[in-house]
């Protein structure tokens, strides 16, 4: 049977594009329409096969595998739940809900991305907007620390660089683009400026622009590289525009100093609101890692590294991030939901991941799959699950179900865990 | 399940009874006749010497969706040291001025209150509302619409389009599983994205041409027309300027006689005072409300303390962060809203703060109907919801009310009005203004009394001169006929509904709304609609 299913969601990045069409033969998926090459993989990769879950290797009854991860779960003393990023925030609901009844530490892939972004947004606010506002309105957009040319493939053409919108009929000619990063990337070509920071510098380069917006001078004439003429210039537009956004990736939130840079670029964008409407967006990656900041921070008052140790929500980012716990060996058993730390976890932190009982959901292969104790094999959502996504700018958006494979959600097996454990 | 409630004093002003001793019988969910209880296989309690009150209603309060989530992420420092463990099968939460969702469930239920209307949600994000809705127990809620800076709707009134405004609202209010029609400073937002706001009435929105007037004009209209419950729900032009109690009394002459609500009105009745601190118009603005018949509004009490404000008035935030120099969040959402967050903390000794303090007592003691005023405090924009009590307080007891006063910095007390006015709510006007009141403007026909019919939504109170005491730790709390808190705390989680409205629109609007969206959206037309997706299940109250 054929089908075509029109308004679907991709869940490979941040820009969740909702306007794909998925044409199925079955459960196989034959063609999808205005996917960029990222998120056609998500599809036409998919293996759509059912499969049994896994103990130790071996293929079991549903109930058996569940049974077992409740074992883990209820002799562990500190267990952690990590990942959550390319779930639904319907199953990132239900992984909150397990691990506040087991006095777990939850956190998601937010900790190691855009973790800093979430503290400098604590520490000095963050004036944002929608991704429609920046296609519609803005004629400056700076680009710093992030090379959306190639992990979001359609931020430019639908949001951004190229995107014509109600004050913005001519699209890239109507706007003046910035790139600031550390070395030239795909978007730096793209941008009509480029600012070459020398690393380490950003925070240096950032505060030398909020001395600039107040009308000082430094008393330097290069700063991190950059001539400070050419930042003066760039100031100069940033006061003039009539609306300007500013994207950050983790160029910004990896490099030293961290959330110090965040919250400085942030501080720079909340000034600029003295001359002119300015906004910055953080440039989230996984699709649904917004989600994860978002249902944590309903559900404990905390976006990510929270633990339920003593009952009740604690927020420590640096001890209850999940590469913290797992490096300081403090976690005794894993339930890693849809993300692959085995991959991309400092060594020390993932040998630990090695040593502890592990319990996976996962719709594909992965490291830490590879070495579970208990395998869920999962529906993936926005393939064969449906669900809700948030998209970097928080905007919630429905996924589908392109396929019926029946094949178990997250929320369905963390349901049933919630049971066995209660 | 059936449950009696025995000989307590019954405070129903609906049902006119005003501390008559009686019983009240709850049979699968709903009040029912005595005479249809089976009273063999009745749970009873003993309420002799008690007071029964309907559950509380509270009409205006920010407790789920974007911005009170970015509030909560924001703010680590609001909930630390208001953490609750999990118990039972009761959830861990982290409380403070914006607590997370189930957690707000639980402290509502430890109040009294069975029943809370978000007071804002963004079309473009209400799926996010709704999601958090699910998670927020105890409480059956909806969510109002924000429509008073939709492109959308300002295109039809600049093209004199009022019908298909009016197609266009109705199918918004279905789109999203909304309650109501909800204006934030009309024309000011969108504005805001300009770095600009609006000042008058007749000032013009940038791009459009058309004014604050015609969209709080346009949008009573169509309440009105599509016979929608609750009234169009207006937060007006120029909140917190000393210029805003003259709008507040011209924005109630321009409603011309339809029906409408004011929210958290405190903050829009002030006049130009001495220096910079702004004075009380109060005496004007209750003139204006009490002349209006078809005018309700709730008032949005200061609380001395900690608060964290957050609205879709996007300039009135950033003037707050330009202010208190506080952490600020701004968002601009495409073709429909904007938002802002500032923490602040309110003090006696601010005489800023003082002023706003006595305004909204003042309002509360100068408007005559409790059926038309309503008790907020605008959760958690001029204090959080689990200060009702202390409000109460303040409301029946002048001397407390006089004592708060003497704490106020002498700027703010001087030629005042307030300690001159001397009366005092009774039980059964508070009953009025936290329950029958506020149901009776939202429509909600089952909730705010305890007829036969009415849900079972019930809050027993041991009567103490300490009323703040009294209103803070209920005996028991019903939910549907299930207790839910005893003793002022909270021991059952039960879920609760969410009502929407579903008026009737001309289905010829939505092929223009699908092209229309392909410019104005970078949200697919399908998906924008919470019908589709994961959904929201709402329980539709009908529109008449
Ligand atoms: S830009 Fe991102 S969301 Fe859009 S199609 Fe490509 S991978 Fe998918
Ligand atoms: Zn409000």
Known sequence: MSTVVEHVTCTFCGCLCDDLT???????????????????????????????????GREVEWEEAVAEAAAILSASDSPLIYGLSSSASEAQRKAVALADRIGAVIDSTSSVCHGPTGLAMQAVGEPTCTLGEVRD????????????????????PRFSLTAKGALT???????????????????????????????????????TLRLLVKGLEPSVDIVGGVPVTELKELVERMKSCRYGVAFMGMGLTMASARQLNVAELFTLVAELNEFAKFSVIPMRGHGNVTGADQVLSWTTGYPFAVSFARGYPQFSPG??????????????????????????????????????????????????????????????????????????????IPLKSVISTGRVTDEEILDRIIEAVA | MILGILGGRIYDPRNGKDGEVGDIWVKDGRVVAPEDADREAAQTVDAAGLVVMPGGVDIHAHIVGSEVNSGRKLR???????????????????????????????????????????????????????????????????????????????????DKQPEKARDYVAWLLRASRGYAIKIVNPGGVENWKWGKNVAELDDGVIGYGVTPRQIVQTLASIADGLGLPHAVHIHGINLGRHTSARTTVEMIAALDGHRAHLCHLQFLSYGAGRGHVHRSEATAVAAAVNASAGLTVDIGQVIFGDATTMTCDGPLQYGLHRTTGHKWINDDVEGESGGGIVPITYKPSNPINGTMWLTGMELFLLIDDPWRVFLSTDHPNAGPFTSYPQVIRLLMDRDYRREMFDSLHPRARRGALLPELDREYSL??????SRAGPARALGLEHKGHLGVGADGD?????????????????????????????????????????????????????????????????????NYSVLAGHGAATEIVACG
Not at chain 1, 28 to 48: N, T
Request: charged share 25%.
């Open chain 2, 76 to 158: 680590p420092e609001d909930h630390r040291g208001h953490e609750r463990a999990r118990s039972g099968n009761l959830r861990a939460g982290a409380g403070g001025t914006v607590p997370s969702t189930y957690l707000t469930g639980y402290l509502y239920s430890e109040l009294g209150y069975t029943t809370v209307m978000q007071a804002s949600a963004a079309p473009l994000v209400v799926r996010h509302t709704h999601e958090e809705l699910e998670d927020v127990p105890n409480l059956d809620k909806g969510a109002f619409i924000v429509m008073g800076n939709n492109h959308f709707v300002m295109q039809c009134i600049a």
């Open chain 2, 428 to 433: 059964g006007e508070i009953a009025v203004i």
């Open chain 2, 458 to 526: 019930i809050a027993v109170y041991e009567e103490c001169a300490d009323k703040e005491a009294m209103f803070a730790h209920p005996r028991y709390v019903y939910k549907g006929g299930e207790l839910v808190a005893r003793d002022g705390a909270v021991v059952a989680d039960v879920t609760g509904r969410t009502f929407s409205v579903a008026p009737e629109y001309d289905m010829g609007i939505e092929a223009e709304l699908r092209e229309y969206f392909k410019k104005a959206y970078t949200v697919s037309f399908d």
């Open chain 1, 319 to 396: 001890e209850f991030s999940a590469v913290d716990m797992l490096a300081r060996r403090a976690a005794d058993a894993a339930v890693i939901i849809a993300s692959d730390p085995g991959a991309h976890f400092p060594a020390a932190a993932a040998a630990h991941l090695e040593r502890i009982p592990t319990i996976v959901l996962d719709h594909g292969p992965s490291v830490v799959a590879s070495h579970a104790h208990v395998l869920f094999p999962t529906a993936a959502y926005g393939v064969d699950a449906a669900g809700t996504a948030y998209r970097m700018d928080n905007v919630p």
């Open chain 1, 137 to 156: 309105r803005a004629d400056l957009l700076v680009f710093w620390g992030c090379n959306p040319d190639a992990s979001h493939l359609r931020h430019f």
């Open chain 1, 169 to 207: 009929p001519n699209g890239r000619a109507d706007r003046t683009v910035y790139v600031v990063d550390v070395r030239p990337t795909g978007s730096s070509k793209k941008a009509d400026h480029f600012l070459q920071v020398d690393i380490g510098t950003d925070f240096e380069v950032l505060t």
């Open chain 1, 22 to 56: 998925v044409e199925a033969e079955g459960t196989e998926i034959r063609k999808v329409r205005l996917a960029c090459s990222s998120g056609q993989g998500i599809f036409m990769d998919y293996d759509p096969r059912p499969r049994q879950p896994l103990v130790d």
